[in-house]
């Protein structure tokens, strides 16, 4: 069966950085584009970035310049560098595989806090 299983997130400082990790298994993951949201406590699922198969990427306008996508397919691995975090950008992060036009997998989710 399908699992994703986030790690990386962390307590950080402002203008720190961490590097999420997503590992992949269950299906195969060179044939699906992937995507990271992030959630708040009461807030709705944020858009984060993606990967298509091809390794074209997108990344919503708050993160831009500061996060990079990027895979793994030998590792079956997803990976997003975060450089310069803010207050804002704490919030429990997935990952999450597409399915067509929609996701249909997602993992349990690593917390990233930016806080001092």
């Known amino acids: 069966q399908v699992q994703l299983v986030e790690s990386g997130g962390d307590l950080v400082q402002p203008g720190g950085s961490l590097r999420l990790s997503c590992a992949a298994s269950?299906?195969?993951?060179?044939?699906?584009?992937m995507s990271w949201a992030r959630q708040a406590p009461g807030k709705g699922l944020e858009y984060v970035s993606s990967i298509k198969p091809s390794g074209i990427t997108d990344y919503s306008d708050s993160v831009k310049g500061r996060f990079t996508i990027s895979r793994d397919n030998a590792k079956n691995t997803l990976y997003l560098q975060m450089n310069n975090l803010t207050p804002e950008d704490t919030a429990l992060y997935y990952c999450?595989?597409?399915?067509?036009?929609?996701?249909?997998?997602w993992g349990q989710g690593t917390q990233v806090t930016g806080s001092a």
């Open positions: 269950g299906f195969d993951f060179s044939h699906n584009t």
């Open positions: 999450a595989r597409e399915n067509g036009y929609t996701y249909d997998y």
